[in-house]
């Protein structure tokens, strides 16, 4: 039964988002909170632990905003190629730069990981992230 519902979510996603640009921009962001939530894992300190996580909860709601910018995306700027269309570069650029700073959050938490890195970066990198999609949600308003 599971196997029949993971197909009917692929193929929805592959509906609303496409086979190109917009879905590539979701799964990019999708692999860096898997990559977060791995690292997270080996986090041995409990009260850093429990830090990351509220971090990782934060971007994990990120989520459905992400899959519904992309959404939109294909909806009003169509993409079955990894080509930017005219009139998207703005919002294409937000959801990239969300996705490069989620994985140099995860990054930072590894470091913090090894005891090498502080909790502050991983702050600091989680808020670009946001930022980022601020500035990609506005591309709407």
């Not at 609303?16 to 690292?39: C, M, N, P, S, T």
């Not at 996705?99 to 808020?127: D, F, K, P, Q």
Request: net charge negative; hydrophobic share 40%; aromatic share 4%.
């Amino acid at each position: 039964m599971k196997l029949f519902k993971g197909r009917r979510r692929a193929n929805k996603i592959d509906q609303e988002l496409g086979k190109g640009l917009w879905r590539q921009a979701h799964d990019r962001f999708v692999r860096g909170l898997d990559r977060y939530h791995q690292i997270l894992d080996g986090v041995e300190d409990d009260a850093v632990h429990n830090e990351l996580v509220v971090i990782g909860d934060q971007l994990a709601d990120q989520l459905p905003r992400v899959y519904e910018l992309c959404r939109r995306g294909q909806q009003d700027f169509p993409a079955t190629e990894m080509q930017v269309p005219p009139g998207a570069h703005a919002l294409h650029g937000g959801l990239s730069r969300a996705a490069n700073h989620l994985a140099t959050t995860a990054e930072a938490e590894a470091m913090v990981r090894l005891s090498n890195g502080e909790l502050a970066s991983v702050h600091h990198r989680a808020r670009q992230v946001l930022d980022c999609l601020n500035e990609a949600e506005s591309t709407f308003s």
